[in-house]
């Protein structure tokens, strides 16, 4: 098997976690979030087939981070709940954006033309906000449940 397939059946599995996710959601924020992951993971697919191909230049857009932000924004603890086995499939997803980061990254150097680089860095960067995306889902999801404050225990960063 050759970069670009490894690199397809990764973003398969990618699209095919964060559909579950959306599926699952406790919140129309987070459905939206994992939608539009799941969709750039689809985009990522189509780059590699095109990439593999080599029949057609990358480029790498999406706005699921602006989107992303503004659900952090408005996110509500009070109004949350955790629902079993969620955060260990945020956990999951992020073991899968951090397998794709390290394989592309390790593949990069391999890679003999020019525009295959850029467009692999391109996926990369974009791989790197999604893990982002998703640390931070992991964050509001359980600080309300495991952040303790207590002057003893000294100064806690703001959340």
Known sequence: MDLFDIAIKL???GAQLYTELAQRAPTEG???IFKMLANDEKKHESYFRALQGRSALVTVSSSVLE???Q???DFNPDNFFVIDGQIPAYEEA???????IDFYTEQLPSLEFEAEKKALKLIIAEEKRHYAIMEEIIKLVTRPHRWVESAEFGVREEY
Do not use: D, G, Y
């Open 11 to 13: 973003e398969q599995e």
């Open 30 to 32: 987070f459905t939206t």
């Open 67 to 69: 989107q992303a932000k």
């Open 71 to 73: 659900v952090f924004r």
């Open 94 to 100: 992020l073991l899968v954006e951090k397998k794709s």
